[in-house]
């Protein structure tokens, strides 16, 4: 699933759909997480952003649904840090990570 871009000061909204050992888990039990960072190695209290997936609209497909909402991204243009996690009873599993560029708006 890799993200790629994200715009300054809008909405995004995505989801993670997934698939464990051949089977679609049930998720609205469970816990995902977003974090957005500047570096891999700042803490995560360092953190621009941290937020926690919807899993009740979904979650018994195995689908999560994140919502950053415009303030969320109202950050400065350029390359950041992401990592999804999720967290099933008491594991944790690395889903995605990677490098997203917040990019800047054409309006104001």
């Not at 979904?58 to 909402?69: C, D, Q, R, S, V």
């Not at 969320?72 to 560029?101: C, H, M, N, Q, R």
């Amino acid at each position: 699933m890799s993200l790629r871009n994200f715009y300054r000061k809008t909405t995004k909204i995505f989801k993670v759909e997934l698939e464990f050992n051949d089977s679609v888990p049930e998720l609205r039990a469970d816990t995902m997480s977003f974090i957005l960072k500047k570096r891999r190695t700042d803490l995560d209290s360092e953190a621009y952003l941290t937020s926690e997936a919807d899993m009740i609209t979904e979650g018994g497909e195995g689908k999560a649904i994140f919502t950053l909402e415009s303030d969320d991204l109202d950050l400065a243009p350029g390359p950041y840090f992401y990592e999804i996690k999720w967290f099933p009873d008491s594991s944790e599993y690395v889903l995605d990570s990677g490098i997203l560029t917040i990019l800047d708006t054409v309006f104001d």
